[in-house]
């Protein structure tokens, strides 16, 4: 359990983005932990709080990069890049309005120690305590995407679907990463970039190349269900073509 590990953390103003680095370095197993901000071209003060977080917390790497090509897809591609430069061997993901429980990186590793087949893992969304919970959510959120990959796989007639992992809750080895291309350098204009990454592993590398881990737990802001309605977010994801058009799009990235 000593692969080296990083997370990329893209972000575009995201007001609450330190309760995110607060989990990350509430990690149990941090070890070498280094993470690594892309800010996308952020409007509000994003960076500067990461930027005094980090001063005010030596003892957490963490690095700010920025990329300007819009799309998290873009800004996850670059984070994951420059960590492999860096030399890290696995390079995890999460959200800035996402938090890690504590045993998250302590189970990446875990995971890839035992499993040298696995190359892609995923694991539990749950809904972030924050101001937009509402009753239910706990029920809702861990539903909605089993019955997303359900229906997704049957959409495309593709079980790989059934083991599509949310860029909230990731990680990947860094020579899978290379091997498959990474993510496509796209906006959630256009398309889902970790669920096309997820299908591209498992059709490349084989499809026990990915595995679910519902102990990885991850707790995700709620706040683009309650913008979208949940219908609307169904059909964001299932006919990414209605996206700007029956659907009004949310800057997100």
Not at 3 to 25: G, M, Q
Not at 100 to 106: I, K, L, R, Y
Not at 119 to 133: A, E, F, I, K, N
Request: aromatic content about 6%; hydrophobic content about 40%.
């Amino acid at each position: 359990m000593t692969a080296s590990l990083a997370v990329v953390v893209p972000a575009f103003n995201e007001p609450d983005i330190t309760r995110t680095l607060e989990a990350l370095r509430g990690q149990r197993d941090r070890g070498d932990l280094r993470i690594y901000v892309v800010d996308n071209g952020s409007t509000d003060d994003t960076v500067q709080r990461v930027q005094r977080f980090a001063a005010a917390h030596p003892d957490l790497a963490i690095t700010v990069l920025s990329e300007l090509q819009k799309g998290t897809g873009a800004a996850c591609d670059t984070g994951f890049r420059t960590a492999i430069a860096d030399g890290f061997a696995i390079i995890a993901r999460t959200d800035g309005d996402s938090e890690p429980a504590e045993d998250w990186t302590g189970r990446i590793r875990g995971l890839f120690a035992r499993h040298p087949e696995v190359q892609l893992v995923g694991g539990t969304s749950v809904p972030l305590r924050d101001r937009y919970y509402r009753w239910g959510d706990d029920l809702l959120m861990p539903g909605a995407l089993r019955l997303l990959r359900l229906m997704m796989a049957a959409m495309h007639l593709d079980p790989t679907f059934l083991r599509f992992v949310v860029g909230h809750n990731m990680a990947v080895r860094a020579s899978a990463y290379l091997a498959t291309g990474g993510f496509a350098r796209t906006s959630i204009d256009e398309r889902d970039e970790d669920i096309e990454f997820s299908t591209l592993v498992s059709r490349r590398l084989g499809y026990g190349a990915v595995r679910i881990d519902p102990a990885l737990r991850v707790a995700t802001s709620m706040r683009r269900v309650r913008r979208y309605g949940l219908g609307m977010m169904g059909i964001h994801h299932l006919v990414p073509a209605l996206r700007g058009k029956l659907i009004r799009t949310i800057d997100i990235r």
